[in-house]
């Protein structure tokens, strides 16, 4: 029904003319991968697989984003739509951001020892690629509707 590429398109002289294609097998592998980072960040910061952060509401949640982020980086690479891979995406990044922010300006239910630890290099990484996975899966999440749209308007 889709083609399995990945494109933008920007108009001169009345023309389309294609900016960029990848094949949307590439978009998921990256997807993917930052999904397996963050769950590799979120390991690494509470100090292994086998530690759980302090106090336990926090490492059950890290837990909680450590297998999220597993089950979203396959769901990315093996979805039909695929738009529930970058959907789970789009949690998975929005998520953690918000509690590392939180955590840093108001804190976090019995934890307010970060507030005001910005320069925490771990959590900096986290951000970065938190924030990365949210603009791809949000960006093809938009493409996908596009031409989900174009598809339905041909056909009916």
Not at 37 to 57: K, L, N, R
Not at 59 to 69: D, H, N, Q, T
Not at 75 to 99: E, T
């Amino acid at each position: 029904m889709f083609q399995d590429t990945v494109a933008s398109s920007t108009t001169r002289g009345g023309g389309a003319v294609r900016a960029s294609e990848a094949p949307e097998v590439a978009v998921r592998l990256v997807g993917s991968l930052l999904a397996l980072a963050i769950a590799a960040v979120h390991v690494a910061d509470q100090g292994g697989v086998s530690a759980m952060a302090s106090p336990g509401w926090i490492g059950w949640s890290y837990r909680l984003i450590e297998v999220g982020a597993v089950l979203t980086a396959v769901v990315l690479l093996v979805a039909r739509p695929p738009w529930l891979g970058w959907a789970a995406g789009v949690l998975l990044g929005v998520g953690p951001f918000i509690a590392y922010v939180t955590s840093r300006t108001v804190g976090l239910p019995g934890d307010s020892g970060d507030v005001g630890n910005w320069g925490y290099w771990l959590g900096t990484a986290s951000l970065v690629v938190e924030a990365a996975l949210v603009v791809l899966s949000a960006g093809m999440l938009l493409a996908w509707r596009q031409r989900w749209r174009a598809a339905t308007a041909a056909a009916g």
